[in-house]
């Protein structure tokens, strides 16, 4: 089991930042992968940003060059900082993790509201 919480949402202006913070239960070691994903109102659920294997990251166009993923092992958090904001990253933001066993198993937290103002 994993649990993941969110936080770091807010209300921002266009071209402004913002940094999204997710708490895991237990050592991100032993999770296999973590990311980001988002979800606006009327759209499906879709990638933002995420670890693929070790250090190997994998972004949405969208976001490439604006958004960075991080992670910090001791804190066993994540992070998703987010530059030059647009009205189009307003979303619900979500942290993902998935968790390689018998099976595939993945996690997810309850979401950040992300709204950006033009």
């Known amino acids: 089991q994993v649990q993941l919480v969110e936080s770091g949402g807010g209300l921002v202006q266009t071209g402004g930042s913002l940094r999204l913070s997710c708490a895991a239960s237990?050592?991100?070691?032993?999770?296999?992968?973590m990311g980001w994903y988002r979800q606006a109102p009327g759209k499906q659920r879709e990638l933002v940003a995420t670890?693929?294997?070790?250090?190997?990251?994998n972004y949405a166009d969208s976001v490439k060059g604006r958004f960075t993923i991080s992670r910090d092992n001791a804190k066993n958090q994540v992070y998703l900082q987010m530059n030059s904001l647009k009205p189009e990253d307003t979303a619900v933001y979500y942290c993902?993790?998935?968790?390689?066993?018998?099976?595939?198993?993945?996690?997810w937290g309850r979401g950040t509201q992300v709204t950006v103002s033009s």
């Open positions: 237990r050592s991100i070691f032993s999770i296999n992968a």
């Open positions: 993902k993790a998935t968790v390689l066993g018998v099976g595939v198993r993945d996690y």
């Open positions: 670890f693929i294997s070790g250090d190997r990251t």
